[in-house]
């Protein structure tokens, strides 16, 4: 299964140099259309020179700057697809109905936690099980649900858990009580959701901290995020799969109640007693 730049930049920035670094952080920012520039463009907008946008690519393992931007295009028609199109164009399957999906639903869990580093995951959490802030969780049209899920175990084990639901002018409300110390948790898969990115940009520009769960193509709110957890999601239909980032969100579910140890079983005890 081919890479993502951007899981290729996860993988490789931590051996990059210090303007390597400039130029990948500029196009995750500006995911992908910055890097559909000349080298010129590109170099200015990163404050680097040409020369090490062009090492950044070949670092990435292109051989050249045009191969590095038919990668980008391709990322592009693929951001772009619609259920429609996938139904117009299906792939072809082999072994039955179920096996396909299954062994993609497996290989999309598997490359998903190959790009996470332990390093990722611990910042995540650690954030997460931080009680000087609220946390707050909201998802799209068909992520939504994983959002609820997560807000209702993270809800058991610590307070000031906040699943945003309704609409777009109820979330918009619940900003006055967003800050520094606060994390927005967001999902959202292709085709990225505009009432998110704006709420995502207005909460950013507030000081709230966003943890984003995408998929491998980076919605655009992956420039006002602080962690971005980019999952795969294609499998063989004409609808995207949640499983991967469903399992990644259980991860940091497990880890934050037991970093949290005695204090979210202490909760846990004192909700059982009132039910």
Request: charged share 20%.
């Given at each position: 299964?081919?890479?993502?730049?951007a899981?290729?930049?996860?993988?490789?920035?931590?051996?990059?140099?210090?303007?390597?670094?400039?130029?990948?952080?500029?196009?995750?920012?500006?995911?992908?259309?910055?890097?559909?520039?000349t080298?010129?463009?590109?170099?200015?907008?990163?404050?680097?020179?040409?020369p090490?946008?062009?090492?950044?690519?070949?670092?990435?393992?292109?051989?050249?700057?045009?191969?590095?931007?038919?990668?980008?295009?391709d990322?592009?028609?693929?951001?772009?697809?619609?259920?429609?199109?996938?139904?117009?164009?299906?792939?072809?399957?082999?072994?039955?109905?179920?096996?396909?999906?299954?062994?993609?639903?497996?290989?999309?869990?598997?490359?998903?936690?190959?790009?996470?580093?332990?390093?990722?995951?611990a910042?995540?959490?650690?954030?997460?099980a931080?009680?000087?802030?609220?946390?707050?969780?909201?998802?799209?049209?068909?992520?939504?649900?994983?959002?609820?899920?997560?807000?209702?175990?993270?809800?058991?084990?610590?307070?000031n858990?906040?699943?945003?639901?309704?609409q777009?002018?109820?979330?918009?409300?619940?900003?006055?009580?967003?800050?520094?110390?606060?994390?927005?948790?967001?999902?959202?898969?292709?085709?990225?959701?505009?009432s998110?990115?704006r709420?995502?940009?207005?909460?950013?520009?507030?000081?709230?901290?966003?943890?984003?769960?995408?998929?491998?193509?980076?919605?655009?709110?992956?420039?006002?995020?602080?962690?971005?957890?980019?999952?795969?999601?294609?499998?063989?239909?004409?609808?995207?799969?949640?499983?991967?980032?469903?399992?990644?969100?259980?991860?940091?579910?497990?880890?934050?109640?037991?970093?949290?140890?005695?204090d979210?079983?202490?909760?846990?005890?004192?909700?059982?007693?009132?039910?």
């Amino acid at each position: 299964m081919i890479s993502s730049i951007a899981e290729l930049i996860s993988d490789r920035i931590g051996m990059m140099p210090a303007g390597e670094r400039r130029a990948a952080q500029t196009l995750i920012a500006n995911y992908p259309l910055i890097g559909l520039k000349t080298v010129a463009e590109f170099s200015a907008v990163a404050g680097v020179s040409s020369p090490t946008i062009l090492r950044f690519v070949a670092r990435l393992g292109f051989q050249n700057y045009p191969e590095f931007q038919s990668a980008l295009q391709d990322e592009l028609a693929a951001q772009l697809q619609s259920p429609a199109s996938r139904t117009l164009n299906p792939p072809a399957l082999g072994g039955g109905a179920v096996s396909p999906m299954l062994e993609a639903t497996l290989d999309n869990m598997r490359e998903t936690f190959r790009h996470l580093s332990d390093k990722q995951l611990a910042d995540i959490v650690a954030k997460l099980a931080d009680r000087r802030g609220k946390t707050f969780l909201i998802g799209g049209r068909f992520t939504d649900p994983l959002a609820r899920y997560m807000a209702a175990h993270l809800a058991i084990v610590q307070p000031n858990v906040f699943h945003l639901a309704g609409q777009e002018s109820v979330w918009r409300d619940r900003l006055i009580d967003m800050g520094k110390r606060d994390v927005l948790v967001i999902f959202d898969i292709r085709r990225y959701q505009d009432s998110l990115i704006r709420f995502a940009e207005t909460a950013h520009q507030r000081g709230v901290q966003i943890v984003l769960f995408t998929d491998q193509w980076l919605s655009p709110i992956a420039r006002f995020a602080r962690h971005v957890i980019a999952g795969r999601t294609a499998v063989p239909s004409a609808w995207d799969s949640s499983a991967a980032l469903f399992v990644v969100a259980e991860t940091l579910i497990g880890a934050v109640t037991r970093q949290l140890e005695a204090d979210g079983a202490k909760r846990i005890r004192e909700l059982e007693s009132l039910r």
